[in-house]
């Protein structure tokens, strides 16, 4: 019976759920980790390669990162293992499945993740179980849509940059993954001077030393080519951003695509985790003894978790985004002030910062 168990801890998972169903295909899997705090918030993913573990780790993050934002609410994540780029018919049929199969499954709010989007969020919610990241026309606040996640990302560069770590006009900027999060980075942090050098999606990436235009990266996209067929930029590997010559980078695609193996060859001062998991432990530890500076997955990219939580509250969106700057910064800064104090890692100030508002939420249960 104990391999059953051999993701719990201390915090969670409260519920690890298998839901399957032989009519629509559905095979997918929602993790609640921890409700200490509230109903759990977290998004559902769609990918054909996800797993059991995957989604506990992935919701995990999403405790810890919903205490650090100071969210009335604990951390859950879903995952369909599916490919999203299937026909939309389809695609729909099987979202529709899962918002029926969720319905009854206790404590948890999905939101859009990679491989869906505020779209997939209606059909959910039209199907009668709950989910955030709406579009406006639903009262929601589409986070995907108004690049929520790269807002907070950004407020997370100007709290290293108020540290001392680098100067955002003319950075050079490197993002794996052209998707909400991604693109949006690039829009944010042209806007914000900074230079965009590499980007990558999931068939290939551009690099361009003088800066790749967001606005030409989107229309070549449009048109349904990868960002490798940018004009006049070089194509290479979608792995190549990894270790692109830049100043800043932001992975904003797949887990653990920073490990031991790339993570002495990573030439970025500062890397802001765009993407949830993706860097192993061991390399966050190289790179910090490299002297990189590492805003781990659960204070960066928090924006887009702030977003849905004050959609259910009924803020409007200006207000949405004016939070989420203000608490991404923040927490940046706490994170990196203490990290510098105590000499660790910021993971490792970050965690402490979150679990002591788990504990205290703990606290308040019943034994
Ligand atoms: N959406 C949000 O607000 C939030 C998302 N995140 C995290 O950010 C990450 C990205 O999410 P999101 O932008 O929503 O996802 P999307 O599905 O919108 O986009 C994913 C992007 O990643 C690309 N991609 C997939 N595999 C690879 C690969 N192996 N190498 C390079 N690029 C790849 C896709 O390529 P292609 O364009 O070819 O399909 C696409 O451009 C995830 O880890 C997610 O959990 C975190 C916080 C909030
Ligand atoms: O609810 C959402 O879609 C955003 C939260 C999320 O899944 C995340 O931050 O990774």
């Known amino acids: 019976m104990t391999e059953r168990f051999a993701y719990a801890d201390d915090l969670g998972p409260e519920q690890l759920i298998e839901l399957t169903d032989p009519h629509s295909g559905l095979r997918a899997i929602v993790v609640v980790d921890n409700t200490a705090a509230g109903p759990a918030i977290g998004g559902c993913r769609m990918a054909p390669d996800v797993t059991a573990r995957e989604c506990v780790r992935l919701a995990r993050a999403m405790t810890l990162k919903n205490a650090a934002a100071g969210l009335p609410h604990g951390g859950g994540k879903s995952v369909i293992a599916a490919d999203p780029k299937m026909p939309a018919a389809e695609k729909e049929r099987l979202i529709r499945a899962f918002a029926r199969a969720i319905r009854t499954t206790g ?140 100043d800043i980078l932001v992975p904003a695609a797949r887990p653990d695509v920073i490990r031991a193996g790339n993570a002495d060859a990573i030439r970025a001062r500062l890397v802001l985790e765009g993407a949830n998991i993706p860097a192993t432990e061991e390399a966050e530890q190289r790179l910090h003894a490299r002297g990189i500076t590492v805003v781990p997955d659960f204070i960066a990219n928090a924006g887009g978790v702030i977003c849905a939580a004050m959609e259910l509250r009924g803020l409007s969106e200006p207000a949405a985004f004016e939070t989420i700057s203000s608490r991404v910064f923040a927490n940046t800064a706490e994170v990196l002030a203490q990290a510098a104090q105590n000499r660790t890692l910021p993971r490792a100030a970050a965690l402490a910062l979150a679990r002591r508002r788990i504990s205290k939420a703990m606290g308040f249960r019943r034994r």
Request: glycine share 14%; net charge negative.
């Open 107 to 246: 404590s948890y709010i999905p939101g859009p993740d990679m491989g869906t989007d505020e779209t997939a969020m209606a059909w959910i919610r039209d199907e009668g179980a709950r989910s955030v990241g709406l579009p406006r026309e639903l009262g929601g606040i589409p986070l995907d849509q108004t690049g929520a996640t790269a807002h907070g990302l950004l407020a997370a560069a100007r709290a290293a940059e108020a540290a001392g770590i680098l100067s955002l006009k003319g950075a050079r900027v490197a993002i794996q993954g052209y998707g909400a999060v991604g693109r949006w980075c690039a829009h944010r942090f042209a806007a914000a001077g900074a230079r965009i050098v590499a980007v990558s999606d999931s068939r290939g990436a551009a690099l361009l030393p003088d800066g790749l235009d967001p606005a030409r990266l989107d229309a070549v996209k449009a048109g349904g080519e990868s960002v490798a067929a940018y004009p006049g930029a070089a194509a290479a590997d979608s792995g190549a951003v990894i270790t692109a010559d830049c």
